[in-house]
């Protein structure tokens, strides 16, 4: 009965949308139908056909009062000059890089001369100026913060391939503001709870970076938090050609393993007496979903968790279909506009085809009756592709539709991906809790969650580089979609075997409990798995890990990597006994970070030396996470009389670091006991003054020395400090040049290049830079007929490695 009110309430919602109808119509209508349902209670008659005129009747009048009708009251000052605006930072503001986005809800505005008040809500793209960075840590940006923004207000723009401006007003923004200044009037308005709440979820986000490498710990933070901001873009794009983007989003399947768990743990716990071993499960599933950001499927998910928590309750029969139909009216309810959401129609159509046609569809792959006994590891395999096929069927036609492009390598990658979903989700789960603790807890159970984080983004990744792996379309309109499913429906209606009633799924067990949890795109189906395979499942994610940590050995050679960072500058070291040295971080932490995950061992987040050159952006930046993340044992940099909010944040961060600091003078040698040596060339004791940029040539060089092989670092020096470096004789000859400050033709003299006289020249530059780096006179400098260097760039070569023995060398470039 529950299934058909939902769909009289939404064919209600549908109507309400398509036609116009008066309130106080449908309200006497809504009223006689109560009491023709009330009459018909008394004379003992169904009362299902009022009960649905009702629903429908309630579903109309619900959309009718869904729209306020009132227009956007910032959209007047579209394009105005000189305009600030005041409001409360709404919801949990999103760091990405080095900037923030946000939602403003404003109440005051001032323009033309005055201020006004004036409301509304303005998505807002912003760096966090010097003052507020010197007033507090990371993020800097926070919920209740008052602000006042100076800028210019817009109207959402319009993309090429997705209409923007209709997704922000469904959310009712209907203004933008791009990197306007910004001043923190006060802060801690608004709820304390959901203060408390974004707190813990910004620490466990992390905790999981420091105790996980990257790329493996955005996409923990995106299955667990729901914070996808971090995900490398080649990572999404591989979610998104093989059709498993569902994993990166909080749904049924995030809660469902998390409802297992917990409901396993609690019943060995508590036992079963009186229920009480409900309430922990119910309240884990709510608090999951409230640090998850609340997204419509997580609430959606969380609705029907407790419909099947209370099903326990009750004792009645664990039917999927009536938690689905019963989260559907619920989030309509609440928000009519839910239905036009592209994850809302996805997810439902997904776990509605689940809920009906995996049953049938894997029975008919196992070819055995539904009420056969314990299945085997290949059943289990055939049922979970009967779940894999069934929610591709139904989603199939959404997908084309919205996006027109389809996945041919869809049920392969969810077939190979979603044994390893539940696991990822509760290592990371582990990790992150764990780096609360400290890193001696956080760091093993890292290498756990980076163990399946990497089998999933490896599988997804290998499938993604399958030719054709996803197709396009074209224009799919709504006829075909609406002849798809009757075309299902028909197949369903006309099967031989009768509808499920019941549709239960389980988690393997853990140890000897069995967890009932939801139908998910997780849930392994009926699935009985022996207690010894469960013992073994961790001494073989062990053994994994040590036999990575193991071949992952540092060979005896010295590596150097010039990393493309786009336009700025990184160069890791690794000696040949595995120390590790970062010179610079380049400008976008997150690059850095993934550089560091993919190249360091997963277990290893120590490294022995970190140095800043100088402290401009395109340098500092990444030193800023890198020092969030990882413990280091030596900071070396000079200290200069600079103002920026990103030297203000490597400032807090080297006194908050407990290591080591060393201020950079000409004459220090750091020697390693592998026989590699670091020698700083520059600055002097007494600082340069009056040169064309002083704090550029201020910068740290340094003369990386390995047997009979070198490499110069110049930092950014420019020419003044080269001809410092000329008169004091000081010995420059390198087989590598790292070139000074991006290749700009004020540094790279000839008289210098002559006494370097490299074989290799590196420069680190961003593809179609705003300062034209590098530039052509010091190309032609370095390819001179007197000066024959082979010059590689970072914008076309990518990532380039110098490995060396001490004798012999050579040069890897990434493409």
Known sequence: MLIRLTIAFLSGILIGWRLEISPVALSLFLAAAGLAAAWLRVRRRAVWPAMLLAALLLGTLRYEFSDTGEPDSLSQYHSAQGVILEGIVAGDPQSAGTYTRLRLRADRIFAQGQWRDETGEALVTLRAPLEIVARRDQPYFRYGDRLLLQGELRPPPSLEDFDYPAYLARQGIGTVMSFPTAVLETEGEGSRFYRWLYGVRHDLASSLARSVPEPQAALGQSVLLGIRDNLPADVEEHFRVTGTSHLLAISGLHVGVLLAVSLGVSQAVLGRRRHLYLIVPLALVWLYTLLSGASPSAVRAAIMGTVYLAAL??????NVLPALALAAAVMVAVDPDVVWRISFQLSFAAMAGIAVLADPIGRALR??????????????????????????????????????????????????????????????????????????????LGWLAWLFSTYLTGVVALLAGVPAASVETGGVGIPLVLAWYAALGLAYGLRNTRPVADVRNRLASIGTLRMPAL???????????????????????????????????????????????????????????????????????????????????????????????????????????????????????????????TYQEWQRAVEQEDTQTIEALAGQVIAFDDGVTLEVL????????????????????????????????????????????????????????????????????SEFLNRVSPAVAVISAGTDNRYGHPHQDTLDRLVSDDLPTLVYLTSENGTLEMVTDGETMELIAER
């Open 519 to 645: 139908v998910s795109w997780g849930t392994l189906r009926g699935m009985r798995v022996r207690h010894q395979a469960w013992v073994a499942l961790p001494v073989f994610a062990l053994a994994a890990v040590l036999w990575v940590a193991a071949l992952s050995g540092q060979e005896p050679r010295l590596h150097v990597y010039f990393i493309d960072v786009g336009q700025g500058d990184a160069t890791f070291i690794v000696t040949p006994d595995g120390h590790q040295v970062l010179v610079d971080g380049g400008p976008d932490p997150q690059e850095i970070a993934l550089f560091l995950g993919e190249r360091m061992p997963p277990g290893d987040r120590t490294i022995d030396l970190v140095v800043l050159t100088h402290p401009h952006t395109d340098h500092a930046t990444g030193l800023v996470e890198v020092l969030r993340r990882y413990e280091v044992g030596t900071i070396m940099q000079r200290t200069l009389d600079y103002e920026s909010p």
């Open 682 to 749: 520059s600055p002097p004791e007494r600082l340069p003054a009056g040169t064309r940029s002083d704090v550029d040539n201020a910068s740290v060089v340094l003369l990386l020395t390995y047997g009979e092989r070198t490499v110069l670092l110049a930092g950014d020096m420019f020419e003044e400090s080269e001809r410092r470096l000329l008169a004091a004789d000081t010995p420059l000859d390198s087989d590598v040049l790292k070139v000074s400050h991006h290749g700009s033709r004020h540094a790279t003299t």
């Open 313 to 318: 309750l009750s004792g009645r029969p664990r």
């Open 367 to 444: 070819g055995e009756d539904r009420t056969s006994g314990g299945l085997p590891i290949k059943a289990a395999i055939l049922s979970m592709t009967g779940m894999t096929l069934a929610a591709t069927a139904t989603t199939l036609p959404l997908v084309a539709f919205y996006f027109g492009r389809v996945s041919l390598v869809g049920i392969p990658a969810s077939l190979l991906t979603l044994p390893a979903m539940p696991f990822v989700l509760i290592t990371s789960a582990l990790a992150g809790f764990g780096g609360l603790v400290g890193p001696v807890l956080g760091t093993p």
